[in-house]
Nanobody, 123 residues
Framework: EVQLVESGGGSVQAGGSLRLSCAGSGFIFDDTIMGWYRQVEGNECELVSWVKPDRNTYYEDSVKGRFAISRDSAKSMVHLQMNSLKPEDTGVYYC?????????????????WGQGTQVTVSS
């Protein structure tokens, strides 16, 4: 059974930092693009970042220079370091390995998703 388990969410003031982690199991981690989506409105999610097995990365424009994604093959984990957080970064963040990687899609849609972790940034 595929499982993605997130940790590390919480509340922080604007300008602060949080580090999200996701532990994967039940699939070949080294063959899988891993990433993060966040809920933006209703049940719609916005792509934040992904990292390929070869360490190539993608970042949504609003997080470039502030967020950093990394993966640890030995532990089958992916991390999202979030710095200089802004109130608009608030939302539920999902660790994901979806079937495809559109900039927007239904949260917990096709593919594998975690349960989500809440990030709240206050001004």
């Amino acid at each position: 059974e595929v499982q993605l388990v997130e940790s590390g969410g919480g509340s922080v003031q604007a300008g602060g930092s949080l580090r999200l982690s996701c532990a994967g199991s039940g699939f070949i981690f080294d063959d899988t693009i891993m990433g993060w989506y966040r809920q933006v409105e209703g049940n719609e999610c916005e792509l934040v970042s992904w990292v390929k097995p070869d360490r190539n990365t993608y970042y949504e424009d609003s997080v470039k220079g502030r967020f950093a994604i990394s993966r640890d093959s030995a532990k089958s984990m992916v991390h999202l370091q979030m710095n200089s957080l802004k109130p608009e970064d608030t939302g539920v963040y999902y660790c994901a390995a979806p079937s495809f990687w559109p900039r927007r899609l239904r949260c917990r849609g096709p593919g594998n998703w975690g349960q989500g972790t809440q990030v709240t940034v206050s001004s």
